[in-house]
Protein backbone atom coordinates (compact mmCIF):
# COMPACT_ATOMS: atom_id res chain seq x y z
CA UNK A 1 0.00 0.00 0.00
CA UNK A 2 1.05 3.64 -0.71
CA UNK A 3 1.54 6.10 1.69
CA UNK A 4 0.25 9.68 1.82
CA UNK A 5 2.26 12.34 1.51
CA UNK A 6 1.58 13.16 5.21
CA UNK A 7 2.45 10.04 6.32
CA UNK A 8 5.74 9.89 4.27
CA UNK A 9 6.64 13.47 5.91
CA UNK A 10 5.73 12.53 9.61
CA UNK A 11 7.67 9.15 9.17
CA UNK A 12 10.62 11.20 7.95
CA UNK A 13 10.20 13.33 10.78
CA UNK A 14 9.79 10.84 13.69
CA UNK A 15 13.09 9.62 11.71
CA UNK A 16 15.05 12.66 11.99
CA UNK A 17 15.36 12.43 7.96
CA UNK A 18 13.38 15.21 6.99
CA UNK A 19 14.72 17.88 4.59
CA UNK A 20 14.23 21.49 4.93
CA UNK A 21 12.26 21.45 1.83
CA UNK A 22 10.03 18.81 3.62
CA UNK A 23 9.82 20.29 6.49
CA UNK A 24 8.39 23.74 4.61
CA UNK A 25 6.02 21.40 3.11
CA UNK A 26 5.07 19.45 6.56
CA UNK A 27 4.30 22.99 8.29
CA UNK A 28 2.40 24.16 5.17
CA UNK A 29 0.38 21.25 5.41
CA UNK A 30 -0.28 21.37 9.22
CA UNK A 31 -1.67 24.79 9.09
CA UNK A 32 -3.67 24.20 5.88
CA UNK A 33 -7.03 23.59 7.14
CA UNK A 34 -7.80 21.48 3.94
CA UNK A 35 -4.68 19.10 4.76
CA UNK A 36 -4.77 19.70 8.89
CA UNK A 37 -7.27 16.04 8.96
CA UNK A 38 -4.84 13.97 6.87
CA UNK A 39 -1.78 15.30 9.09
CA UNK A 40 -3.96 14.73 12.64
CA UNK A 41 -5.24 11.50 11.36
CA UNK A 42 -1.38 10.12 10.60
CA UNK A 43 -0.03 11.48 13.95
CA UNK A 44 -3.21 10.00 16.15
CA UNK A 45 -2.44 6.66 14.35
CA UNK A 46 1.31 6.94 15.33
CA UNK A 47 0.28 7.77 19.07
CA UNK A 48 -2.53 5.15 18.83
CA UNK A 49 0.80 2.75 18.26
CA UNK A 50 2.73 3.49 20.49
CA UNK A 51 0.04 3.19 23.35
CA UNK A 52 -0.08 -0.47 22.22
CA UNK A 53 3.27 -1.23 22.17
CA UNK A 54 3.64 0.60 25.66
CA UNK A 55 0.78 -1.56 26.73
CA UNK A 56 2.47 -4.78 25.45
CA UNK A 57 5.45 -3.65 27.43
CA UNK A 58 4.24 -3.39 30.58
CA UNK A 59 1.97 -6.99 30.44
Known amino acids: MSLS ?4 LIEKLISNKLS ?4 SELLA ?6 Q ?9 AYFNQLLKEGQK ?3
Request: proline fraction near 0%; charged fraction near 40%.
Open 5 to 8: RAET
Open 20 to 23: GEEL
Open 29 to 34: GITSEE
Open 36 to 44: QQAYSDVLE
Open 57 to 59: QEK
